[in-house]
């Protein structure tokens, strides 16, 4: 991810340009991100009402056995690092102000 917003990978040029976005969503918050898009990118007429498709229930058994392995999941942290840091700015910087300067309320939307 953070080789998306920055060409070398530098964390600081990546937070930077992904600042320069109008908008940014979580899949994880995927309803109130819809709501939050539908208002910062300006689209008034934008019906976010949706029918979950393609739903399956994970395959918690293999995810278990790499958390379960600690080098496996060390590694797998290790080599994810930049991009665990710009999702956590995201989520806990950018997202959180999108939330707080939204004019309207949330949890009456989500309704």
């Not at 992904?18 to 208002?39: A, C, P, T, W």
Request: contains cysteine.
């Amino acid at each position: 991810m953070t080789f998306r917003f920055s060409e070398n990978g530098n964390l600081k040029e990546a937070i930077k340009n992904v600042k320069k976005l109008d908008f940014v969503g979580l899949q994880e918050e995927f309803d109130l991100s819809l709501i939050l898009m539908k208002y910062y990118l300006q689209f008034p007429n934008l019906c976010i009402n949706y029918k979950p498709k393609n739903v399956s229930s994970s395959s918690s058994f293999e995810l278990e056995k790499i958390i379960n392995d600690k080098k496996i999941f060390e590694m797998i942290i290790e080599k994810n690092k930049k991009d665990i840091e710009l999702y956590n700015f995201v989520k806990n910087e950018l997202f959180q102000k999108m939330k707080m300067e939204y004019p309207y309320n949330i949890e009456k939307e989500l309704d």
